[in-house]
């Protein structure tokens, strides 16, 4: 019933800008929790950005002040807006949610970034 929809990714060269969308539906309930993963070829997947009730707003460091979370409450929407990006931010994102006390994932979408 609950299902996370995300954007497409796409190729990007280092330097540009990107931003992901994740959309929540199946109903009007309440999101708790919102963030985006990330998970490169061979390695484990790592929390990026996380925002809350209250749009409290976490990063990891590799992507403070490059990344931005966002959401639109009315749109069941959460955003993540990819500045300056990396060759070493290439992989596939994942949006999660936990929506009455419940966790759901995204489909994953594939970020590339050329040198």
């Known amino acids: 019933q609950v299902q996370l929809v995300e954007s497409e990714g796409g190729l990007v060269q280092a330097g540009g800008s990107l931003r992901l969308s994740c959309v929540v539906s199946g109903g009007i309930f309440t999101i708790n929790f919102v963030g985006w993963y990330r998970q490169a070829p061979g390695k484990d997947r790592e929390l990026v950005a996380a925002?809350?009730?209250?749009?409290?707003?976490n990063y990891v460091d590799s992507v403070k002040g490059r990344f931005t979370i966002s959401r639109d409450n009315a749109k069941n929407t959460v955003y993540l807006q990819m500045n300056s990006l990396k060759p070493e931010d290439t992989a596939v994102y994942y949006c999660?949610?936990?929506?009455?006390?419940?966790?759901?994932w995204g489909q994953g979408t594939q970020v590339t970034v050329s040198s």
């Open positions: 925002i809350t009730s209250g749009s409290s707003t």
């Open positions: 999660h949610a936990v929506v009455h006390s419940r966790a759901y």
